[in-house]
T-cell receptor, first 112, second 111 residues
Framework: EPEVTQTPSHQVTQMGQEVILRCVPI?????FYWYRQILGQKVEFLVS????????KSEIFDDQFSVERPDGSNFTLKIRSTKLEDSAMYFC??????????FGSGTQLSVL | QKEVEQNSGPLSVPEGAIASLNCTYS??????FFWYRQYSGKSPELIMF????GDKEDGRFTAQLNKASQYVSLLIRDSQPSDSATYLC???????????FGAGTRLAVHP
């Protein structure tokens, strides 16, 4: 069964460093998302991406965040200068044209 | 601010019983409603979705939607210990472009 793939599963970084989280969405999906979940809290929407551009972003998704779909298969989230409060599980998700959203297994980001 | 509210639990039920999970939402314009299951440390897994008022059944799961009351529920029949997880209610918002999640209800099914 097709699935959304995320790498790495764990990422440890120092505050102020740049990180790139990688995702390979399901191949025929058209809409791509990043969500995050701080330990013990809600799953929060960060950004949606369609037709090679951001379609919506949340207040969390400030200038430190960016997304790219560089080659038609990968979908990346970059955090330019990480903060302690960026520590969370980051989920990539994708969907075809209906509303059913499928999540990857997540990247646990720890900022020290 | 569009909100999705769930009782955090834990909801404890004996094996074989019916578990009833509830969710309310604030955006009256919402049209699509989802239940995800999340095991500890894992990603959300879609188990049910419902668009129309009434009941929708899929195996042991039944989703119920009442748009007038802005209320969605999930019933799990013949609950099993493997059903022990956090159940997330999610509502589409903003032109079907993103999901707004509730904080989840933790379900514990004991033998």
């Amino acid at each position: 069964e097709p699935e959304v793939t995320q790498t790495p599963s764990h990422q440890v970084t120092q505050m102020g460093q740049e990180v790139i989280l990688r995702c390979v969405p399901i191949s025929n999906h058209l809409y791509f998302y990043w969500y995050r979940q701080i330990l013990g809290q809600k799953v929060e929407f960060l950004v949606s991406f369609y037709n090679n551009e951001i379609s919506e972003k949340s207040e969390i998704f400030d200038d430190q965040f960016s997304v790219e779909r560089p080659d038609g298969s990968n979908f990346t989230l970059k955090i330019r200068s990480t903060k302690l409060e960026d520590s969370a599980m980051y989920f990539c998700a994708s969907r075809i044209s209906d509303e059913k959203l499928f999540f990857g297994s997540g990247t646990q980001l720890s900022v020290l | 601010q569009k909100e999705v509210e769930q009782n955090s639990g834990p909801l404890s039920v004996p094996e074989g019983a019916i578990a009833s999970l509830n969710c309310t939402y604030s955006d009256r314009g919402s049209q699509s409603f989802f239940w995800y299951r999340q095991y500890s440390g894992k990603s959300p897994e879609l188990i049910m979705f419902i668009y129309s008022n009434g009941d929708k059944e899929d195996g042991r799961f039944t989703a119920q939607l009442n748009k007038a009351s802005q209320y969605v529920s999930l019933l799990i029949r013949d609950s099993q210990p493997s059903d022990s997880a956090t159940y997330l209610c999610a509502v589409h918002s903003g032109g079907y472009n993103k999901l707004i999640f509730g904080a989840g209800t933790r379900l514990a099914v004991h033998p």
